[in-house]
């Protein structure tokens, strides 16, 4: 935990060090020779499902179904263990939909997986067009630590660039988030709603950029869970 002196100084170093290669160049790290840790990556909506919806189209659950397959490699390439809520676009229960069974699945899923982390993707959509980011929600306390540590990555390396702001963590009352045995967030990957985001978001190099970042936050959580 970071908590402790020691692992503060810990925690400090290994930031800035992922920091600057962030902005410099990819990083390969590897969590391998550690105890595996176990991430569940949930695909928000999927199947009838779509969630936000652009004006031009382009459908949150397809968006956020290509971040966590991306993010399921940057893991699994450092040595965690994933589990995918879901892997295609079909909805996670069969017959006609009912959100409250779909989320129940995804939440059986996580305590069958007994994960160290959950990780919710879903995006965003407002009223005002101009609004425009990543955040991240927590549900407890358990959750705040790796929360706070993914909005800072993803300020540095997404808000203060783009939305030329920051964020800050936001608690949510959310049924996944509640019932996750283990630390649990939603990040809000942009606003469909905003056309700087949407444009983005359907670039494969930008979403790989945004799937390193979290991977990153997770890394950094990981070394500083253990340290
Ligand atoms: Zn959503």
Avoid at 86 to 93: E, F, G, H, T
Wanted: glycine content about 8%; proline content about 2%.
């Amino acid at each position: 935990m970071c908590i402790k002196s020691r692992s503060r100084v810990f925690c400090a170093l290994l930031i800035a060090v992922i920091f600057v290669a962030f902005v410099a160049v990819p990083v390969v790290v590897s969590v391998s020779g550690r105890d595996a840790k176990t991430i569940v990556i949930d695909a928000g909506h999927g199947g009838m499902d779509s969630g936000v919806t652009s004006a031009s189209g382009v459908k949150e659950s397809d968006i956020v179904l290509l971040i966590a397959k991306t993010l399921g490699e940057y893991l699994e390439g450092g040595g965690f263990k994933v589990v995918l809520t879901r892997k295609n676009n079909s909805a996670l229960v069969g017959g006609r939909f009912i959100k409250k069974t779909d989320m129940q699945k995804r939440v059986d899923i996580i305590k069958k997986a007994q994960p160290h982390l959950v990780v919710s993707l879903h995006l965003n959509s407002f009223s005002d067009r101009d609004r425009r980011g990543v955040q991240v929600f927590f549900g407890n306390d358990l959750s705040r630590e790796f929360a706070l540590l993914a909005q800072r990555v993803l300020n540095e390396g997404f808000n203060a660039i783009d939305a030329g702001r920051n964020f800050s963590i936001l608690k949510a009352d959310k049924y996944i988030l509640n019932e996750s045995p283990c630390p649990a967030v939603i990040i809000e990957c942009g606003f469909l709603s905003n056309a700087e985001d949407e444009k983005n978001l359907t670039e494969d190099s930008y979403r790989h950029r945004l799937a390193e970042g979290i991977y990153k936050s997770i890394l950094l959580w990981s070394f500083g869970e253990g340290a």
